[in-house]
């Protein structure tokens, strides 16, 4: 049981790449997230899927997008990246028969540069 | 957006001294959740609690739930270096808002030798 897994783990782009951050879960999660984390603030909800085939919109979604796959993989993409977008990134899932206990990935740095 | 405060933002401790972290906002959350998150790896859950005035206990560590559902507080007993970390509050809205998560800022726990 792998858990929450993401790809890749580190990552350095040019201002106005593009790039799409991998997320799978094998808990048969139905809802999962996207959040960054930046020094002293915490984890920011950027998308979430409350379950297949829904995404809404979280606190920060400006400059990004987002595709539930199917049950199992939550993707994130930045269109044009930007150095504001330097942060580390997680991906999390949860279920409501666990008490909606969040399950993270081990995050993506990202850097712009 | 409802917010969470928690203070302090960091804090530097000798091994056996207590140490308490406090999580406010002015919102009620229908539970709140702690997590503890490590160098390089995602957040890990510690506890949730439900019920205002709710008190858990997690070996060294004691979770309280403010009676009105605004506040909590971790308080570690007796800290051990392996308690170094970055402590997270997380509330989650009322129950139609579904699973969605709003995290503080956290707090940086060193526990010295």
């Known amino acids: 049981n792998a858990g929450v897994t993401q790809t890749p783990k580190f990552q350095v782009l040019k201002t106005g790449q593009s790039m799409t951050l991998q997320c799978a879960q094998d808990?048969?999660?139905?809802?999962m997230y996207w959040y960054r984390q930046d020094p002293g603030m915490g984890l920011r909800l950027i998308y979430y899927?409350?379950?297949?085939?829904?995404?809404d919109k979280g606190e920060v979604p400006n400059g990004y997008n987002v595709s539930r796959l199917n049950k199992r993989e939550f993707s994130l993409r930045l269109e044009s990246a930007a150095p504001s977008q330097t942060s580390v990134y997680f991906c999390?899932?949860?279920?409501?028969?666990?008490?909606?206990?969040?399950?993270f990935g081990p995050g993506t740095r990202l850097t712009v540069t | 957006t409802q917010l969470l405060e928690q203070s302090p933002q960091f804090l530097s401790i000798q091994e056996g001294e207590n140490l308490t972290v406090y999580c406010n906002s002015s919102?009620?959350?229908?539970?709140l959740q702690w997590y503890r998150q490590e160098p390089g790896e995602g957040p890990v859950l510690l506890v949730t609690?439900?019920?205002?005035?709710e008190v858990k206990k997690l070996k060294r560590l004691t979770f309280q739930f403010g009676d009105a559902r605004k506040d909590s507080s971790l308080h570690i007993t007796a800290a051990q270096t392996g308690d170094t970390g970055l402590y997270l509050c997380?509330?989650?809205?009322?129950?139609?808002?579904?699973?969605?998560?709003?995290f503080g800022g956290g707090t940086r726990v060193l526990v010295k030798p």
């Open positions: 997380a509330g989650r809205e009322n129950k139609a808002a579904g699973n969605k998560l709003t």
């Open positions: 609690v439900v019920t205002g005035g």
């Open positions: 808990m048969n999660h139905n809802s």
């Open positions: 919102s009620v959350f229908s539970s």
């Open positions: 899927s409350a379950s297949e085939g829904t995404t």
């Open positions: 999390a899932s949860s279920e409501w028969s666990s008490g909606y206990e969040q399950y």
